[in-house]
Structure formats: structure tokens, C-alpha cells
């Protein structure tokens, strides 16, 4: 997954999100169908919509950060944290949604034919993705947080190197903090 955002977005992601998708992919799919964790220990699933949840939140302040960067705005730092719980809330959805229709079409039994299911594991994606908002909020209020940081710097694949005055990412654009006049 890592490779094919890094193309889509033509920024390298930072090391740490790489192994973050590679236990993702791990955990899911291996650990949890392969091996079978999920029959072993049911809150197996809940951790996994959990790591999901922190996942897409991060990837949606990448996205964020990299069109900052690319457009030159001065994005307000709430809009960091709205968008990670919402891209968050929404894939969660957007997943349930696709286990039902899974189960009524074809058969499968994702959903264990329960509501609780269903509802613990949006929540469960929605806390991880509320676990990255918070961290951005605390970041663009002026407390360090190398986690977000690390995900607004530039990585960008470019052409021809920024130039100091044209490419406005040294301060506040970067990373949509408000910068002093």
C-alpha cells in the first residue's frame, strides 16, 4: 500500500508509516485469516478496525499536508483534525457497509450476523482515527508531535528544487500553523 501512495501522491512516506501498513497487512489478512486470530480471540477484528482507524487518519493528514505544500495555503490546523476523524469515520463505514453487502450477496459471515459487531467495529476504526486527530490538534496548537510532523514534512518528488520565496513550506503552509506577521 505504501508504494502505491507514494506514486498517487509522488511524496515518500515517512519509514514508520511503511512498517505501520506492513503490520496492518499483517494482522489483518495473515494474522487474522491465515493463522486465524479472529476465530482464536474475537477482539482480534476490534484491534485491526483500530489500526485502521489510526491509518487512514494519518494518511488523510498527509494529504493534506501535501496539497498545502503544493497549492501554498495556510491551512488552519482544525482542518487536520477534521479531516483525519471524518476520512476515519467514513472508511469505517465504507467497510461495514461492504461487509454487509458481502454477507447478503455472496454469503460470507463478516458482520457474525450481529449489530454489535458492526457498531464496535466502526467505533473501534473511529477512536483510532480520533487518537490521530487529537495528536494534530495538539500539533498545530504548538506542541511538538514528531508523529504528525514527520507526515507534514516534505517529501515531495520534484522536478527542480523549491525555491526560497516561491515554495512556501518553511513555516506555517507546511504545516498550517499560523505563523507571526
Same mark, same amino acid.
Given at each position: 500500500?505504501?508504494?502505491?501512495?507514494?506514486?498517487? +501522491?509522488?511524496?515518500?512516506?515517512?519509514?514508520?508509516?511503511?512498517?505501520?501498513?506492513?503490520?496492518?497487512?499483517?494482522?489483518?489478512? +495473515?494474522?487474522?485469516?491465515?493463522?486465524?486470530?479472529?476465530?482464536?480471540?474475537?477482539?482480534?477484528?476490534?484491534?485491526?478496525?483500530?489500526?485502521?482507524?489510526?491509518?487512514?487518519?494519518?494518511?488523510?493528514?498527509?494529504?493534506?499536508?501535501?496539497?498545502?505544500?503544493?497549492?501554498?495555503?495556510?491551512?488552519?490546523?482544525?482542518?487536520?483534525?477534521?479531516?483525519?476523524?471524518?476520512?476515519?469515520? +467514513?472508511?469505517?463505514?465504507?467497510?461495514?457497509?461492504?461487509?454487509?453487502?458481502?454477507?447478503?450477496?455472496?454469503?460470507?459471515?463478516?458482520?457474525?450476523?450481529?449489530?454489535?459487531?458492526?457498531?464496535?467495529?466502526?467505533?473501534?476504526?473511529?477512536?483510532?482515527?480520533?487518537?490521530?486527530?487529537?495528536?494534530?490538534?495538539?500539533?498545530?496548537?504548538?506542541?511538538?508531535?514528531?508523529?504528525?510532523?514527520?507526515?507534514?514534512?516534505?517529501?515531495?518528488?520534484?522536478?527542480?528544487?523549491?525555491?526560497?520565496?516561491?515554495?512556501?513550506?518553511?513555516?506555517?503552509?507546511?504545516?498550517?500553523?499560523?505563523?507571526?506577521?
Amino acid at each position: 500500500m505504501p508504494p502505491v501512495l507514494e506514486l498517487a +501522491f509522488a511524496t515518500r512516506l515517512p519509514r514508520w508509516l511503511h512498517g505501520c501498513y506492513a503490520g496492518f497487512l499483517l494482522a489483518g489478512p +495473515f494474522a487474522g485469516g491465515r493463522l486465524g486470530l479472529y476465530g482464536v480471540w474475537g477482539h482480534w477484528d476490534k484491534v485491526v478496525h483500530f489500526f485502521s482507524g489510526l491509518l487512514v487518519g494519518c494518511t488523510a493528514i498527509l494529504a493534506l499536508g501535501i496539497v498545502g505544500r503544493r497549492k501554498c495555503l495556510a491551512l488552519p490546523g482544525f482542518l487536520f483534525t477534521a479531516a483525519a476523524l471524518v476520512c476515519g469515520g +467514513f472508511v469505517a463505514a465504507v467497510w461495514e457497509i461492504a461487509e454487509y453487502t458481502s454477507d447478503h450477496l455472496v454469503g460470507t459471515h463478516a458482520q457474525n450476523a450481529s449489530l454489535e459487531d458492526t457498531m464496535t467495529d466502526i467505533i473501534c476504526g473511529v477512536v483510532g482515527a480520533a487518537i490521530v486527530a487529537i495528536l494534530a490538534g495538539v500539533h498545530h496548537r504548538g506542541h511538538q508531535c514528531p508523529a504528525v510532523a514527520s507526515l507534514l514534512r516534505d517529501r515531495d518528488f520534484t522536478a527542480e528544487p523549491a525555491r526560497q520565496g516561491h515554495h512556501h513550506h518553511a513555516g506555517s503552509e507546511a504545516t498550517g500553523k499560523q505563523g507571526k506577521p
